[in-house]
């Protein structure tokens, strides 16, 4: 069965400092990863994803995340955080067998300080 | 432009009540979700659908109930079993393929009075 994991409900950063948002999955076939973003009483907005193809990940607002199969990780960074970043974000799974069920982390809450 | 819609953004419920939170989505995908978020936590599965009639309990269906009479809408009813309804309700939409995303509306927030 698959899972994932986020570390760190909260992390705050400093404006213009790189942000690091840690998430580890399990699954037993090659995953589909997925990193979303959630701004306060909004929906999740899909900020990039991995589905098998180049590791490295670029999404929207400067964020990226690496695929490591070796370490079961798909971490989401940005190089210089800004104020509006700050949000609560999600890591979720899929994979080819369950490809319409997703798995969700309980969400990482972004602080930016100015 | 293609995406969900959710009504009402805002919605309150006497006890005893059953309400109805709806979802209409115009991507043409075959299957739609709803879930409960509550404050400090992560997404809870209450209900997908991953064709016309036909539908699937997630893991807190109790005290909800849902109908997929169309391809385009999903609504879900929060009846008055559900003892604890006070939660962001999320619906989802997706694509048939594995490797495609979901795609989410923008909530409706309910409250009991």
């Known amino acids: 069965a698959q899972s994932v994991t986020q570390l760190g409900s909260h992390v705050s950063v400093s404006e213009g400092a790189l942000v690091l948002l840690r998430c580890n999955y399990s699954s037993s076939v090659p995953p589909y990863l997925f990193w979303y973003v959630q701004y306060p009483n909004q929906g999740l907005q899909l900020l990039l994803k991995y589905t098998s193809a180049a590791t490295l990940v670029k999404g929207i607002n400067g964020f990226e995340a690496e695929f490591k199969k070796s370490e079961t990780s798909f971490h989401l960074t940005k190089p210089s955080a800004h104020m509006s970043d700050a949000a609560e974000y999600f890591c979720?799974?899929?994979?080819?067998?369950?490809?319409?069920?997703?798995?969700f982390g309980t969400g990482t809450s972004l602080t930016v300080i100015p | 432009d293609g995406g969900i819609t959710q009504s009402p953004k805002y919605l309150f419920r006497k006890e005893g009540q059953n309400v109805t939170l709806s979802c209409e989505q115009n991507l043409n995908h075959d299957a739609m979700y709803w879930y409960r978020q509550d404050p400090g936590q992560g997404l809870r599965l209450i209900y997908y659908?991953?064709?016309?009639?036909?539908?699937q309990k997630g893991d807190i269906a109790e005290g909800y109930s849902v109908s997929r009479e169309k391809k385009e809408s999903f609504p879900l009813t929060v009846t008055s079993a559900q003892k604890n309804p006070t939660a962001f309700y999320l619906c989802?939409?997706?694509?048939?393929?594995?490797?495609?995303?979901?795609?989410f509306g923008d909530g409706t927030r309910l409250s009991i009075l």
């Open positions: 989802a939409s997706k694509d048939r393929r594995s490797n495609q995303p979901q795609h």
């Open positions: 979720a799974v899929s994979d080819i067998n369950t490809g319409n069920q997703f798995y």
């Open positions: 659908s991953q064709i016309v009639n036909d539908f």
